[in-house]
């Protein structure tokens, strides 16, 4: 009855639920039997504190302050997870399908609905390149290190401006359109990437 046995199944279908993309299956039956042991916990305790002071009692009511922690902590969790998966689906460019949103309780479609409106109404105002759903991906290795082929003279890049003098190396940025227009034209050689 109490704590693990109710509890892991709870806990287990939370940490498949983190594994996977998708939403599962709300699970109202398991949540509601852990409120209901939480309710019957709490009348218990309610009934040792009324009856007597005894030492045993005391125990009793630490162990089951214990358990009501316990299954209060699982439920937490599983709903924290459940509002973050119900986040990333709303910040998607695609709606969920009629079927994903029936996996859903009530107040949880009801939150990703306005969720949804508030990501809506945000990125109508908002230029493309600061939507929050958009991937940003840091560049692997951004500097190079080039060698001058030929006089160049002073470059204006995103940075400033350099010097290129023939037989000359020194540190730029590859993303640079500038440069990379250089090293394409045979002006730069790369030599090692940082």
Same mark, same amino acid.
């Given at each position: !009855? ?5 509890? =892991? ?6 940490? $498949? ?10 699970? $109202? ?21 009324? /009856?007597?002071?005894?030492?045993? #009692?005391?125990? $009793? ?20 997870? =459940?509002?973050?998966? /119900? &986040? ?21 479609? #009801? ?9 809506? /109404? ?18 692997? &290795?951004?500097?190079?290190?080039? =060698? ?7 470059? !204006? ?15 730029? =940025? ?6 990379? &227009? ?13």
């Amino acid at each position: !009855m109490y704590a693990n046995s109710v509890i =892991r199944p709870l806990l287990d279908i939370t940490k $498949r639920a983190q594994e996977t993309k998708n939403i599962l299956f709300y699970e $109202r039956d398991k949540v509601q039997g852990i409120c209901e042991e939480i309710n019957l916990l709490k009348q218990e305790t309610e009934n040792l504190n009324d /009856n007597n002071n005894e030492y045993s #009692s005391q125990e $009793r009511i630490y162990v089951y302050n214990t358990i009501q922690k316990k299954e209060l902590n699982a439920i937490q969790l599983y709903h924290f997870q =459940r509002i973050q998966k /119900n &986040k990333e689906a709303a910040s998607r460019e695609t709606r969920l399908a009629q079927n994903e949103l029936n996996r859903l309780s009530d107040r949880e479609r #009801s939150f990703y609905n306005k969720y949804e409106q508030l990501i809506h /109404n945000y990125k109508s105002k908002c230029p493309e390149s600061l939507y929050i759903s958009n991937e940003l991906h840091a560049p692997r &290795k951004p500097y190079v290190i080039v =060698r001058v082929i030929e006089n160049v003279g002073e470059v !204006m890049t995103n940075n400033g401006i350099i010097e290129l003098l023939k037989g000359s190396q020194t540190m730029v =940025r590859e993303a640079d359109s500038n440069i990379a &227009k250089l090293i394409r034209l045979g002006y730069l050689k790369k030599i090692d990437s940082y």
